[in-house]
């Protein structure tokens, strides 16, 4: 069983529109949870951490589930630029990142 | 401020040849990564610094791979021979580990590797 799973998607969405995704993790030790961007072709970067109680930054809101071992991200209001893949990611430790495959979503105008 | 910086950016080579790929991380930034990204593997650790040491090669595929950090700004990942399964892109990622916490790993813009 992968480590983090996600639906690959890909979520095709009107602009203004709003996704929400989710992926799954198998260890239940896991530490800290984020959400990585990736642009086709580019390097992954940080969209924001996974907090416990839920967190938001601007248009996007992520949730973590320890029981059920889920983590979500929606997003609000959805603007062209926000097509791109969403890796899930989950550390076991400070600094071994596991990735999941990545959700594509693509915001049509 | 400079981020992750790789060379070479593309690279196409022959099947049994050597490849080095190279990374200069953040200035400042005392770990270093480097992971492979496959459409079937997804990204993969490969290797981990921290302080120029070895931590965990634990994902470096097989011998044919090996990696070197002799400074706080200068790594290396040689393939040797290489194969056309290596094919994939390779990103190098530096972050600041203090003890007990980690900050955010920042990628590189990847190296293409295409062995024919």
């Known amino acids: 069983r992968k480590e983090v799973e996600q639906d690959p998607g890909p979520f095709n969405v009107p602009e203004g529109a709003t996704v929400a995704f989710n992926c799954t993790y198998s260890n239940s030790a896991s530490q800290s949870f984020f959400w990585y961007r990736q642009d086709c072709r580019k390097e992954p970067k940080l969209l924001m951490s996974v907090y416990s109680s839920g967190n938001e930054d601007g248009r996007f809101t992520a949730q973590l589930n320890r029981a059920s071992q889920y983590i979500s991200l929606l997003i609000r209001d959805s603007k062209l630029s926000d097509s791109a893949t969403y890796l899930c990611v989950v550390t076991l430790n400070d600094y071994k990142l596991s990735f999941g495959a990545g959700t594509t979503v693509t915001v049509r105008a | 401020d400079a981020g992750v910086i790789q060379s070479p950016r593309h690279e196409v080579t022959e099947m049994g040849q050597e490849v080095t790929l190279r990374c200069k991380p953040i200035s400042g930034h005392n770990s270093l990564f480097w992971y492979r990204q496959t459409m079937m593997r997804g990204l993969e650790l490969l290797i981990y610094f921290n302080n120029n040491v070895p931590i965990d090669d634990s994902g470096m595929p097989e011998d044919r791979f090996s990696a070197k950090m002799p400074n706080a700004s200068f790594s290396t990942l040689k393939i040797q021979p290489s194969e056309p399964r290596d094919s994939a892109v390779y990103f190098c990622?530096?972050?600041?580990?203090?003890?007990?916490?980690?900050?955010?790993?920042?990628f590189g813009p990847g190296t293409r590797l295409t062995v024919t």
């Open positions: 990622a530096s972050s600041l580990e203090l003890t007990g916490f980690s900050y955010e790993q920042y």
